[in-house]
């Protein structure tokens, strides 16, 4: 059976380079799902995207579905025969499945229609799958054109869609699919293409259709580049996705911009060519240079209009640049600070002033708490309260994407030390842990303040929407904590930010609170921890550096044979008091030796733990509490704890609850199930 090629090819306006991958993933999903739901077999799709257009291409698709066997149970025999002729319910049983008496089987006692049914034709299929994938595409910003009838991703052009050499019956947004699609815009018009040669036609047309081949395309001329200009042009991989994704022919362009903007900060330099104007820096011997790469959508630049356009751009922008720097620089960082009373931090936080004084007092706070020393503590203070500064400059407020960085330059320039200055462009970054306690201490203290505030305004996120990033604030968090192996407790301190704000309002803890303990549970769960040891240990998220240890060593002691002894001891225990809620008991009153044996070895297995708890030493906890099974298992077997006797009944259940609780120190071994071995 000759197999065939399938081609949808959507023309639309510019895409969105923020679109394309969802485009890509969302398409190659839909169209899988379809064609194996309509039993129609392929050997290969690839998915494609442009500028201009998207679509897909099938390699080996079956001509046709495979026939099938229908089988449909109808009445019983005795229901479906009277005195041998059919009755009225087989009669309707065959009626509605438009059958007749030939396709009738009995087995098993039961009337069934068994017929064979043709599989459909791929070209009879095939359109109906590409409507529906195209149509249910789902977009960030979808457009509406026309009389506002369609929404899509952009305005549709044109569509192609077709099986080998046959145009496709269909149509979408209002044009009819046919062989024929477009060039580059400003070298080529229509062109007619079938799926054998749709790529080579276009690529003859300056457009290479293929995502891939088009990044191969834009890795190539920078290594050429880079050869040419002897230098070193690092590859950013959201720039190189965004050219990629912005051209259909890519082609390297050589600039330059001043020499003497050298002089400004590299990062200032970067930000403007890079994130501004979508080109490469180059560098020589770790040194930026003052060429840069730009990348044109077309074969060539052979008049330089392309890149003097970029030269007069980038030059424009840096000569703003070296401006607004030289005008930073007549006066200390610290002489910004006021400046923060007329930004607005967030509605109904107040400015950036009264952010910076709230962060700096909870920063104070936590510094003590880690028992920094008197310079220490005053690094901390410096860095919290100019750590905002850099808002008011100049340069910042043209380049915000170098916020943190300029506050660093800007202290060094002022004669701050080095650990506030760069405790001022850490506190900024949320993927990185700083390396400065001032900058940990600035950034943690940062961030509770706009979580524990943002609760206090009613600003809580959904679980689709988190308009402030506050997941994002509470993993800086955890993740500074645990990696500096901080153990202070940070119930505590949403507690303090909760009184620097001005209210103790417990609803309002509470709920900080329980978020905190959710994200701590997702925390852990990244850093590839089972969901049942998370949630065991997520009651240490008031202390995130010893809940991490902590789960750690539960997830080691799993795989010990001692672990299925440790589980049967504490479910005992757990199970019979879970619904008890008070652990008071009086040892004098017990008078089975079990229960005297028991709580002696409670009360030295007390002290241990707790010994082993304050060292960090979770895995010795864990062998000390399994230690006492065999005792457990006694107590058990020789005390009935249910005891009718309703003093001596409460007395055990209190000291059972006393003894739950120390197995709860380390975590909640209830949610530790046997199937966490693996």
């Known amino acids: 059976m000759h197999k065939k090629k399938a081609l949808l090819e959507i023309g639309v306006e510019e895409l969105p380079s923020s679109e394309v991958l969802a485009i890509r993933n969302q398409l190659r999903e839909k169209i899988e799902k379809s064609l194996q739901a309509s039993r129609l077999g392929y050997d290969g799709l690839r998915i ?30 005795k229901i479906a025969y009277k005195d041998g002729e059919p009755s009225r319910a087989l009669l309707g049983f065959l009626k509605s499945n438009d059958a007749g008496s030939e396709d009738i089987t009995v087995k098993d006692g039961y009337v069934y229609i068994e ?57 979408l947004f209002g044009k009819k699919a046919s062989d024929t699609t477009k060039g580059h815009r400003f070298y080529f018009d229509e062109i007619r293409v079938s799926p054998e040669n749709y790529f080579e036609k276009l690529r003859e047309a300056l457009v290479i259709a293929d995502g891939s081949e088009r990044e191969r395309r834009v890795l190539s001329e920078i290594e050429k580049t ?53 080109t490469f820096p180059v560098y020589r011997e770790g040194v930026l240079t003052d060429n840069f790469v730009a990348f044109q959508d077309g074969p060539g630049d052979s008049l330089g209009n392309i890149r003097l356009g970029y030269e007069d751009v980038i030059n424009a922008r840096l000569e703003d640049a070296f401006f607004y720097y030289e005008k930073d620089l007549e006066k200390p960082l610290e002489s910004y600070v006021p400046g923060l009373e007329e930004i607005l931090f967030q509605k109904g936080l107040g400015s950036f002033m009264d952010k910076s004084k709230r962060t700096a007092a909870l920063a104070i706070k936590i510094g003590k708490l880690l028992k920094a020393k008197s310079g220490e503590l005053e690094s901390i203070e410096r860095t919290a309260l100019l750590g ?24 060094e320039k002022s004669g701050e030390s080095e650990e506030v200055a760069l405790g001022i462009e850490e506190h900024y970054q949320d993927q990185k842990v700083p390396s400065t306690l001032s900058g940990a ?89 089972s969901i049942n040891v998370t949630r065991a240990v997520s009651d240490w998220w008031r202390f995130p550096y010893l809940g991490e240890r902590a789960a750690k060593a539960i997830t080691e002691y799993v795989e010990k044979a001692e672990f299925t002894d440790l ?20 040892g004098s009153k017990f008078v089975e030796q079990a229960e005297r044996d028991l709580l002696n070895e409670y009360l030295e297995c007390f002290e241990s733990v707790s010994s082993a708890l304050e060292k960090d030493d979770f895995e010795k906890a864990l062998q000390l509490l399994t230690g006492l099974k065999s005792s457990i298992d006694r107590y058990f077997d020789d005390v009935f704890v249910m005891d009718n006797q309703e003093d001596i009944r409460l007395n055990r259940l209190g000291f059972l609850k006393s003894l739950d609780g120390l197995f709860l120190k380390v975590g909640d071994l209830s949610l530790l199930l046997e199937e966490e071995r693996k």
């Open 48 to 77: 494609f995207t442009a500028s201009r257009r998207f679509g897909l291409y099938i390699d080996g698709l079956s001509p046709k579905q495979p026939d099938y066997l229908e089988e449909k149970k109808g009445p019983s025999e």
């Open 115 to 171: 017929r064979k049914i043709p599989g459909k034709s791929s070209l009879e299929i095939l359109p109906g799958i590409f409507r529906q994938a195209v149509l249910s595409l789902e977009f960030k910003k979808p457009m509406r054109w026309g009389d506002g009838t369609y929404r899509f991703v952009r305005p549709v052009k044109w569509v192609v869609s077709m099986i080998d050499n046959t145009v496709l019956e269909m149509e």
């Open 226 to 278: 880079g050869e040419l200009l002897q230098g070193n042009i690092p590859v950013d991989g959201e720039l190189l996705e965004e050219v990629v994704s912005l051209t259909e022919y890519p082609t390297a362009v050589v600039g330059r911009f001043m020499e003497k903007y050298l002089a400004l900060p590299p990062e200032v330099i970067i930000v403007t060519i890079k994130h501004h104007q979508r």
């Open 388 to 411: 905002k500064a850099d808002q008011v400059t100049r340069v910042v407020q043209e380049f915000p994407e170098v916020q943190g960085v300029m506050g660093r330059i800007y202290a």
């Open 441 to 529: 201490v600035a950034g943690v203290a940062d961030r509770i303040d706009t979580v524990v505030g943002n609760f206090t305004i009613g600003n809580i996120p959904s679980a689709s929407k988190d308009p402030y990033a506050l997941r994002r604030k509470m993993a800086f968090i955890f993740r500074t904590m645990n990696y500096l192996g901080w153990k202070i407790d940070l119930k505590e301190l949403l507690k303090e930010s909760t009184g620097i704000l001005g209210g103790q309002a417990f609803d309002t803890l509470q709920s900080v609170a329980s978020f905190c303990r959710s994200r701590y549970e997702a925390y852990l769960l990244e850093q590839g921890f």
């Open 567 to 586: 589980l049967i001891a504490y479910q005992r225990v757990h199970n019979i008091s879970k619904n008890h809620d008070c652990d008071a008991f009086e």
